[in-house]
Nanobody, 121 residues
């Protein structure tokens, strides 16, 4: 089993920045990729960004390209730097870990508990 713990959420004004962190523990050698997803009230969970263990492969949701940056130090901790935040970025952000680099939530094996990000206008 792998346990994921997110941190770094909070309340920020539009145009501000936040940095989310996700630390993995347990059977971390099972992990090949880690991703960030988000879910706003009344909406489905959606892909935000994903990175491979090596850091060599990554992808972003179109609406966050140029504003968000995903990175990893050693696949034990993954970060999501969020700049130029907009009210529509408000959601609960979830960290996920799995064996393939994918934008599909159901293909991830492990999930964190989520951290709230609120962007005020």
């Amino acid at each position: 089993q792998v346990q994921l713990a997110e941190s770094g959420g909070g309340l920020v004004q539009a145009g501000g920045s936040l940095r989310l962190s996700c630390t993995a523990s347990g059977r971390t050698f099972d992990i090949s990729s880690m991703g960030w997803f988000r879910q706003a009230p009344g909406k489905e969970r959606e892909f935000v960004a994903v990175i491979a263990r090596s850091g060599g492969m990554l992808a972003y949701k179109d609406s966050v390209k140029g504003r968000f940056t995903i990175s990893t130090d050693n696949m034990y901790t993954v970060y999501l730097q969020m700049n130029s935040l907009k009210p529509e970025d408000t959601a609960v952000y979830y960290c996920a870990a799995g064996n393939i680099v994918t934008q599909t939530p159901s293909l991830y094996d492990y999930w964190g508990q989520g951290t709230q990000v609120t962007v005020s206008s």
